[in-house]
T-cell receptor, first 114, second 115 residues
Framework: AQTVTQSQPEMSVQEAETVTLSCTYD???????LFWYKQPPSRQMILVIR??????QNATENRFSVNFQKAAKSFSLKISDSQLGDAAMYFC???????????FGKGTKLSVKP | EPEVTQTPSHQVTQMGQEVILRCVPI?????FYWYRQILGQKVEFLVS????????KSEIFDDQFSVERPDGSNFTLKIRSTKLEDSAMYFC?????????????FGDGTRLSIL
């Protein structure tokens, strides 16, 4: 069975600084996708960034980028120039194939200090 | 931008009662999902639905639960004979389908409180 592990229950970053959130996963599948979702206190689940396993190039979305290490089964999220609005729970998620269900990690609570 | 809408935002129900959670997926999406998140815990998959039938379900999704797409726009989750441990945030999600990395878009959730 696939699993997703986020080893950092909480992280803190100073405004304008850079922070990296860790995620590892376990799978024997070759066709899969990885995601980071953000959940602010309002409890919405907002897609931050996504990565296809077959792509070697790391995904980027503005201030958000990933470090995808396929052999190590690692998928970390880097947030550059952190803003107060980045404070939220961040969930790493795995999906087998194009339409499978998402398997989430336990989340990392990110605090941003002014 | 189109979004997934869920109603109600908060539902309070007596233990043993039936509850129906409603979702309107994005209109051109073909795959629908329900997830739940018990307070302070991770998000867990319940069920996926495609072409008017369940495509996959987790061990959580037992006979107490059912899903339906009654009218081509709504997607409902029914929980019969609710238990205290059903208290959670329930999220509906939808995706377009097809090949490639189509993400799942989530609604704002329904907070279900069982008394």
């Amino acid at each position: 069975a696939q699993t997703v592990t986020q080893s950092q229950p909480e992280m803190s970053v100073q405004e304008a600084e850079t922070v990296t959130l860790s995620c590892t996963y376990d799978t024997s599948e070759s066709d899969y996708y990885l995601f980071w979702y953000k959940q602010p206190p309002s409890r919405q689940m907002i897609l931050v960034i996504r990565q296809e396993a077959y792509k070697q190039q790391n995904a980027t979305e503005n201030r958000f980028s990933v470090n995808f290490q396929k052999a190590a089964k690692s998928f970390s999220l880097k947030i550059s120039d952190s803003q107060l609005g980045d404070a939220a729970m961040y969930f790493c998620a795995y999906r087998r194939g194009s339409q499978g269900n998402l398997i989430f990690g336990k989340g990392t609570k990110l605090s941003v200090k002014p | 931008e189109p979004e997934v809408t869920q109603t109600p935002s908060h539902q309070v129900t007596q233990m043993g009662q039936e509850v129906i959670l409603r979702c309107v997926p994005i209109s051109n999406h073909l795959y629908f999902y329900w997830y739940r998140q018990i307070l302070g815990q991770k998000v867990e998959f319940l069920v996926s639905f495609y072409n008017n039938e369940i495509s996959e379900k987790s061990e959580i999704f037992d006979d107490q639960f059912s899903v339906e797409r009654p009218d081509g726009s709504n997607f409902t989750l029914k929980i019969r004979s609710t238990k205290l441990e059903d208290s959670a945030m329930y999220f509906c999600a939808s995706s377009r389908g097809g090949l490639g990395n189509q993400p799942q878009h989530f609604g704002d959730g329904t907070r279900l409180s069982i008394l």
